[in-house]
């Protein structure tokens, strides 16, 4: 066990812009149990947690129409996946305090490689479609659990003023899944006729989502862990079902500015779908959209650093870096719509050209477009680490940041839901285009008034203990 260090001026970094009676500090392990134990290393873990199973996910997603020819398939399964993760993520954050971040990581990176393996058996029996889908309900419940016991270590983990940085290292790691998965689906298929990905392929990415099931179980127990200024990680409590179910609610009443950012969480994934589909899958090779996919998840890398940098900018105060954020993503978000508003005015669904003419690697104007991509990947890193940033900035205590990633993801995944589902139908592809420029504005619009109202210098402790309190005493009345 971990004891408390005696001389609290000599462990706690008051940089961290923490008020409230001075916090318990603790010693951190050292040599190589330190090093296992250091919230970098767990990060680090979870980011390999994401890139074995969403990383290689989004790979597959960034080629259009998930590596086939026909992209309805693809559409339905993946509102088939948004639907029931919109439904799971609003109760994973209880879930994920009751059986614990662990084994919630465990039980949610299964479902990547069923749906990896649906599409294989798509490529073998070409009437398994309904497998696809079936494949991508499932999978939303799993990326469900996975995603909120992500966001809510994610979040708990760094000191106020490393929260950025911890969010850059996990997005990183990450998209190098998308980057690793997205260069093996290109290289095997760079002389590829077929427009497809092969067999090759899908089997690649199911044995390493296979192999990333297993990754969870390396890592720490969060209840261990201590922080870089020596203060120890609370332990997300495990009360009833129906007192978590009433704490999701007591949350949303206790922090109702939560509410602000739910436009902002809608949007969050709305996106993809004309990235994916409407632009990558429609216009180009499987050559083409192989090395695009490639360079977009790159571009992730990028915009998570460079945003988290800004975000984590000691010389600045919290309140500024947050506008700064919002104001870099207001400016980045009319950069890319005015950019791609060109490119989509030149084409419709009806005039997309036939499998055999789409644009190659070679051909006049590839260039441009390409580039063009690579900025909608950096606009994506920003958006995203930025609403975690916000929420860590709003609180510091697990369950409570549970609840948050739940909300984010569940409401993302609503949107996305929509939005593929209006692929599969053929909405119109500027009908889709528009939809997503204008909901992304509308998401920060709503979001700043909760950054003027709520994003302070420092998170105050009492604020963290009376939730902690109301909490208690539900645990207390659930057991009378």
Not at 53 to 82: C, E, I, K, R
Request: glycine share 10%; hydrophobic share 45%; proline share 4%.
């Amino acid at each position: 066990m971990v004891e408390p260090v005696a001389d609290h001026e000599k462990a706690y970094d008051s940089s961290d812009e923490v008020h409230g009676p001075p916090p318990v500090i603790y010693e951190q392990p050292k040599g190589l149990n330190g090093f296992y134990m250091n919230p970098v290393t767990q990060v680090a873990l979870l980011g390999v947690v994401c890139f074995m199973g969403p990383g290689l996910f989004n790979a597959l997603t960034g080629l259009g129409a998930g590596g086939q020819v026909d992209s309805q398939t693809n559409s339905n399964a993946n509102s088939a996946l948004y639907s029931t993760f919109a439904v799971m993520g609003f109760f994973a954050g209880s879930i994920n305090n009751i059986l614990g971040p662990k084994l919630t990581l465990l039980i949610g990176s299964m479902g990547y490689s069923l749906y990896i393996g649906s599409y294989l058996a798509m490529n073998i029996h070409s009437n398994a479609g309904g497998f696809v889908v079936g494949a991508g309900a499932i999978l939303g419940l799993c990326a469900g659990l996975l995603w909120t016991a992500q966001g809510s270590l994610m979040m708990a983990y760094p000191t106020e003023s490393q929260k950025g940085k911890f969010i850059g290292i996990f997005w990183s790691i990450f998209n190098l899944g998308g980057v690793v998965g997205a260069s093996v689906a290109a290289g095997r298929n760079w002389k590829s006729t077929a427009n497809a990905v092969d067999n090759g392929t899908y089997i690649g990415f199911l044995i390493l989502t296979l192999i990333g099931v297993l990754v969870p179980l390396l890592m720490a127990n969060p209840n261990r862990m201590i922080r870089s200024d020596g203060t120890k990680v609370t332990t997300p409590r495990q009360p009833s079902w129906r007192t978590e179910f009433m704490g999701l609610f007591i949350t949303l009443k206790t922090d109702p500015m939560i509410v602000l950012l739910f436009p902002m969480f809608f949007t969050s994934n709305w996106f993809y779908t004309w990235q994916f589909s409407g632009f990558n899958g429609a216009l180009f090779s499987i050559r083409a959209r192989g090395l695009n996919n490639v360079c977009y998840w790159i571009s992730q890398i990028i915009g998570s650093v460079l945003i988290g940098l800004l975000l984590d900018r000691k010389s600045l105060s919290r309140r500024v870096r947050a506008f700064s954020g919002w104001t870099a993503l207001f400016l980045m978000v009319f950069a890319v719509h005015i950019w791609g508003y060109f490119y989509q005015k030149e084409y419709s669904r009806e005039t997309v050209p036939p499998e055999s003419n789409k644009m190659d690697i070679y051909d006049h104007g590839y260039a441009g477009r390409v580039m063009f991509y690579i900025c909608c990947g950096i606009l994506d890193a920003m958006w995203q680490t930025t609403a975690y940033w916000l929420m860590g900035a709003m609180s510091n205590d697990p369950s409570k940041l549970a609840f948050f990633a739940g909300f984010y993801k569940s409401l993302q995944s609503a949107g996305a839901a929509g939005n593929w589902r209006a692929d599969a139908v053929k909405v119109p592809y500027m009908n889709i285009f528009i939809s997503t420029w204008v909901l992304l504005v509308s998401g920060l619009v709503f979001a700043l008034p909760m950054l003027i109202l709520r994003v302070k210098n420092h998170t105050d402790l009492d604020d963290e203990v009376l939730y902690v309190v109301r909490i208690s005493l539900m645990c207390v009345s659930s057991l009378t």
